[in-house]
T-cell receptor, first 114, second 114 residues
Framework: SQQGEEDPQALSIQEGENATMNCSYK?????LQWYRQNSGRGLVHLIL?????REKHSGRLRVTLDTSKKSSSLLITASRAADTASYFC??????????????FGKGTKLTVNP | AAGVIQSPRHLIKEKRETATLKCYPI?????VYWYQQGPGQDPQFLIS???????DKGSIPDRFSAQQFSDYHSELNMSSLELGDSALYFC?????????????FGEGSRLTVL
């Protein structure tokens, strides 16, 4: 079953604006990660937030995690045309004996217009 | 820095044929994952290997098999190909996901089944 659900599915903004993407998940997790994917290319890791963390920053990226609501958000500030890509959240489900995989959400397709 | 290498990048096959995809993980990474991504879809976990042993299995069809060799490279074998197998196949590697680290993805192999 799908672990992560993201919204919005698509987001179109102007350069310089902020972009916020949300992710919800179903099971307990060890950590949550965000990945970026340019069309037809491989996924690139952006940021990892552990289950005992509430907020994390990396450059223009800000990630929050609310384990009580099983949700996370990714904020990209001062967006640029080069930020145009699909963004996926991925969870590391907490399973007996340790988890072995990341489960990806459906992704948000972000378009930043120059 | 060395990245995950996948080959071939593009592959065209007929229905009922067989295909083999190869993955060379980042040196010293001991865990390899295979994901399948259909058009406009999120990556779906297929199978993973840790220290050359299968560590987890996802939605991998019985027609597919995979293994990790002594040099840590991995191969995904797909037989009796169907039209629905057309997708991007990603390999990723990590230094043991149980340490809650990021995955490093290759650029993917695009399989087209005609």
């Amino acid at each position: 079953s799908q672990q992560g659900e993201e919204d919005p599915q698509a987001l179109s903004i102007q350069e310089g604006e902020n972009a916020t993407m949300n992710c919800s998940y179903k099971t307990s997790i060890n950590n949550l990660q965000w990945y970026r994917q340019n069309s037809g290319r491989g996924l690139v890791h952006l940021i990892l937030i552990r289950s005992n963390e509430r907020e994390k920053h990396s450059g223009r990226l800000r990630v929050t995690l609310d384990t009580s609501k099983k949700s996370s958000s990714l904020l990209i500030t001062a967006s640029r045309a080069a930020d145009t890509a699909s963004y996926f959240c991925a969870t590391d489900p907490r399973t007996q004996g340790g988890s072995e995989k990341l489960v990806f959400g459906k992704g948000t397709k972000l378009t930043v217009n120059p | 820095a060395a990245g995950v290498i996948q080959s071939p990048r593009h592959l065209i096959k007929e229905k009922r044929e067989t295909a083999t995809l190869k993955c060379y993980p980042i040196p010293r990474h001991d865990t390899v994952y295979w994901y399948q991504q259909g058009p406009g879809q999120d990556p779906q976990f297929l199978i993973s290997f840790y220290e050359k042993m299968q560590s987890d299995k996802g939605s991998i069809p019985d027609r597919f098999s995979a293994q990790q060799f002594s040099d840590y490279h991995s191969e995904l074998n797909m037989s009796s190909l169907e039209l629905g197998d057309s997708a991007l196949y990603f390999c990723a590697s990590s230094l043991d996901l149980r340490l809650a680290g990021e995955l490093f993805f290759g650029e993917g192999s695009r399989l087209t089944v005609l």
